[in-house]
């Protein structure tokens, strides 16, 4: 699929970028990348509200002082759900009776800022991010197929930490989220009009 392909190459451009300056218990103390497993649970979503564990988040900084930084994120997710046998009202004289599989996928990217509470090995951390966010909402049914996909407006405020505990190695990171996008759905019987998501993100620090 081109979708996965373009990810691949814009994902290992990220880690080729930050592994040749590995040599210290962090790359510098004036910068930091971040490469995470990712952990989301949508809040209120009726598309697909099941909590989903297919996502990474990619996100390097630089800081312009001792204690913020500014830099760059991409992650991106899919939650399914699936749907028992149901009757769907799509008119006032069509009706579908039919078990479906919601697969929602998101990709939002833009800059990020950082604040760090400590300059030491172990770095508890608040941020947010702010940019866009591309989301395709595919509903299966059958042999069939609806789908619509769009832009909108994303934020996401976090709290963490980045811990060196060995020198000369990488570290590991950990953040729990929030994250708020404008992307509209509209399937069949299915609207929604913004994206609330809650989640963890489990990685390594470099």
Partial sequence: MKRVRNLFHTLLFVTVLGVPSVGKAQISLDSYYNIDWQLNVPLGNNFSNEVSGWGMNFE?????????????????????????????????????NTDQQHQMFTMPFGALVRYRFIESDFQPYAGMKLGVCYSEFNNYYYIFQRSSDKWGFFMSPEVGFNWYPWPNSIGFHMALY?????????????????????????????
Avoid at 184 to 199: A, E, H, P, R, S
């Fill in 60 to 96: 390097g900084g630089y800081y312009i002082t001792q204690d913020i930084a500014v830099g760059a994120f991409l992650s991106f997710h899919t939650n399914n759900e699936y749907f028992s046998r149901r009757t769907l009202h799509l008119s006032p004289t069509l009706s579908l």
């Fill in 178 to 206: 929030y994250s708020f996008a404008t992307n509209k759905c509209n399937v069949m019987t299915y609207k929604q009009d913004i994206l609330n998501n809650f989640g963890v993100r489990l990685g390594v620090a470099f």
